[in-house]
């Protein structure tokens, strides 16, 4: 076996792995380390010979190697001395306990203790079985500030005594958001990369729909995961219209839409109809403005009042100036640029979008449609200049030069 | 990403096999779905019936012809198939193995192209 086959065990493994080591030795961070070290022996011994059972060797190994050090901690010999006579020690895992508690570690991952950027290291690293290599690659930044970024997080857990289990009734839900809002950055670096020379990062976005599809598995009564879940599909079912051969972001309206993956909105839709048995919450409006885009034949077939309707219930749901562009952007479509213009201009003068390329953006196509070009063209400048991506900027400069034309 | 089809080819031998303890293999199955789909890598699952209640169009003449049954003389008979949403052809594999496939049967595995990946028109590309 080489070192594809150790990886491929190990995704499936590793939450499992981590979930069991941390329910048997009540330290997250102990049981993390240990899983680690199990899937690193495997790496320099199974190509030299493969064991009968992957999943078995694994779960062995990381337990041998957490005894070990407990073993090693002085501190904390009675504990062993306990662990050594519990009779669970050479039991596998527990099927009916093994749902609660990936869906444990999923929530101490996602904690609130933690920064943002470390809950979602921590969640691909432990949920996902991304090694840090492959996370440092997915937000482009260095392996040793992923490293030091786990590190940190794994001692945050253990001296605010997170407890490894679900939280109580009462925290569920709003904990539960924790762990989406988590999810949703994942799916959004890879979708639209805030840097970089790449717009898309299929390979990011898709940990975040396998993530996503897990939660949705353990938490199947909670409509949000649904709405996630629809929200995610629909997004990346464009996936394949909205780059072109180069790489440059190709427009919404200038998609072809016959690229658009079938089969994964018809998933999202499905997901979405999950989604709405209780009201749509935030992520359930989010999809139900996808599927509008997805279900339309073409820009001008799609229904823009229904999504106008839609934004102003996310903007009354879940306030943010991006929400209020968007819906500035659906106005146009369904009444007019200059009503759109009335509400970027309210938004820009409210100072909410300060430093964001998005303002400028929609203001400059907005003062293009209305015939305002030399506007239009300073509008796009000033956009390209706040724009991060490379490839976005690109298009922003363009369409700055068809202004001026 | 990849997806992969895990193609369930059994044998007469080894379908008459799975026949005698239905319920049991339909358990298994059960359970085996459940895992994938908490492992969120599962897109799809189906099982085909009998192959004596399938039939055949067969387009060798001009005209295609209709036969009842199964497809030729095949020794393997494609029964069902799992698709999968993986990070990589060796995840599929791992996938395949855990299967609770009939001793005898086996598992074909093919990669499924993306959109994008399809040729849309006839143009040429350069």
Same mark, same amino acid.
């Given at each position: ?109 996602? &904690? ?180 509008? &885009? ?62 964001? &390329? ?48 | ?126």
């Amino acid at each position: 076996m080489g070192t594809a086959d150790v990886e491929a065990v190990w995704r499936i493994e590793s939450a499992r792995i981590v979930a069991a080591l941390t329910r048997f030795t009540g330290d997250f961070g102990l049981a993390e380390d240990a899983a680690q070290e199990a899937v690193a022996e495997a790496l320099v011994s199974w190509p030299l010979a493969s064991p009968a059972n992957p999943a078995g060797w694994l779960m062995a190994t990381a337990r041998r190697r957490a005894i070990d050090a407990i073993r090693r901690r002085t501190a904390l010999r009675d504990r062993y001395a306990l662990l050594a006579t519990d009779p669970a020690v050479d039991e596998d895992i527990d099927p009916d306990r093994i749902d609660d508690d990936v869906l444990a570690l999923m929530f101490v991952s996602c &904690h609130p203790v933690l920064s943002p950027e470390a809950r979602v290291a921590l969640t691909l690293r432990v949920v996902g079985g991304l090694s840090s290599e492959q996370i440092a690659r997915a937000f482009l930044a260095p392996v040793p500030t992923v490293q030091a970024r786990i590190t940190r997080a794994k001692k945050t857990i253990a001296a605010a005594g997170v407890p490894f289990e679900l939280p109580p009734a009462g925290e569920r839900r709003e904990r539960l958001g924790g762990v989406l809002s988590v999810l949703y950055v994942i799916f959004t670096e890879g979708s639209t990369a805030t840097s970089g020379d790449r717009l898309l990062r299929p390979d990011v976005a898709y940990e975040a729909i396998r993530l996503t599809r897990t939660l949705a598995a353990l938490q199947p009564d909670e409509p949000e995961v649904h709405g996630l879940l629809a929200l995610c599909e629909l997004t990346a079912a464009r996936f394949p219209a909205r780059t072109g051969p180069d790489g440059s972001p190709i427009l919404l309206e200038d998609q072809d839409r016959r690229l658009w993956d079938f089969s994964a909105i018809r998933r999202g839709l499905a997901a979405l109809a999950k989604a709405s048995t209780r009201g749509l919450g935030p992520y359930g409006l989010q999809a139900a403005i996808a599927a509008a &885009h997805a279900s339309a034949p073409s820009v001008e077939a799609t229904d823009w009042d229904r999504i106008v309707v839609l934004y102003e219930a996310l903007g009354r749901l879940a306030p943010s100036p991006v929400v209020e562009l968007n819906r500035a952007v659906a106005v146009a479509m369904a009444t007019g640029p200059a009503q759109a213009l009335a509400i970027v201009d309210e938004l820009i003068a409210s100072g909410r979008l300060p430093g964001s &390329h998005l303002a400028p953006t929609v203001r400059g196509e907005l003062l293009a449609r209305l015939g305002r070009r030399p506007e239009a063209v300073a509008e796009f400048e000033m956009a390209a200049r706040l724009c991060a991506n490379q490839r976005e900027r690109e298009v922003l400069l363009r369409k700055a030069a068809q202004c001026v034309r | 990403m990849p997806k992969y089809m895990l193609i369930m080819r059994g044998t007469d031998e080894s379908n008459a096999a799975m026949m005698a303890s239905i319920e049991e293999g339909i358990a298994r199955t059960r359970l085996f779905i459940e895992e994938m789909m908490k492992a969120g890598v599962l897109l799809g699952a189906e099982g085909l019936d009998d192959p004596g209640q399938g039939v055949v169009v067969d387009f060798s003449g001009e005209a295609p012809v209709v036969t009842d049954g199964p497809y030729g003389e095949t020794k393997e008979l494609f029964g069902g198939f799992f698709l999968l949403d993986v990070a990589s052809k060796q995840e599929a594999v791992e996938w395949a193995k855990r299967v609770p496939a009939t001793p005898g049967s086996k598992i074909e595995i093919r990669r499924v192209p993306g959109e994008d990946e399809v040729p849309q028109d006839s143009t040429v590309q350069p």
